[in-house]
């Protein structure tokens, strides 16, 4: 009985001492799959999430056959490298927003003008999130562009069929962020504007 506890002790020491089996992240695809929603998003949630997407764009991709579709053809993998970016910027974008709303002050009330100067650095780091927004918008427009050029006609990747989605949608203006973030840096300026007007006299 105790040879049998000895063992038992030797092996949980030997699995604790070794080192874990971990793997090296190297392509695109693998920094994309390290992107989730949480259901409460902090500010360090989304600086993950663009960390991650951001890692993403800047790796190469896997080989074809390690792809998030089946790809036939070089056609498809073509596509599905532009249909990839296009998603990941709006996925930044998305990550962006998020972040900027955390900062951003949906009013100026007159009972703030003692944290005035704190609250107008933080609707400046908003606006800063959402210009940064503003440009992977451009990207994944230009992004979508490729994707539906017409030697990609009739061609549909049934695995991605969401990127499709998003693609046909942003070329039919009826996913338009530039719209959205253009509407949430004009009320963040009127609400700037309160906020620098205020003074002792109106608290």
């Not at 790796?59 to 579709?69: G, K, R």
């Not at 972040?99 to 951003?104: D, I, Q, S, V």
């Not at 999130?129 to 451009?138: G, H, P, Q, V």
Request: charged residues 25%; negative net charge; glycine residues 2%.
């Amino acid at each position: 009985m105790r040879v049998y506890k000895k063992l038992i002790l030797l092996l949980c020491l030997f699995l604790t001492a070794s080192p874990l089996w971990a793997y090296k992240i190297l392509y695109a695809e693998q920094w994309y799959k390290l992107y989730h929603q949480h259901l409460y998003q902090y500010p360090e949630d989304s600086m993950e999430n663009i960390h991650y997407l951001g890692m993403a764009l800047r790796s190469d991709f896997a080989n074809p056959l390690n792809a998030m579709a089946k790809i036939e053809d070089e056609r498809e993998w073509e596509k599905y490298r532009y249909l990839f970016y296009m998603h990941v910027n709006l996925r930044l974008i998305d990550s962006y927003l998020q972040l900027g709303n955390k900062y951003n002050k949906r009013n100026a009330y007159f009972y703030n003008y003692p944290w005035k100067f704190s609250n107008l650095d933080s609707l400046k780091t908003a606006e800063e999130c959402y210009r940064y927004a503003l440009n992977f918008w451009e990207d994944a427009q230009e992004w979508s562009a490729k994707a539906a050029e017409q030697k990609f006609a009739w061609m549909f990747i049934e695995e991605v069929q969401f990127w499709e989605d998003e693609s046909y949608r942003i070329q039919t203006d009826d996913l338009n962020y530039g719209r959205t973030i253009q509407r949430e840096l004009d009320r963040l300026q009127a609400v700037r504007e309160k906020f620098e007007a205020m003074n002792p006299d109106s608290y």
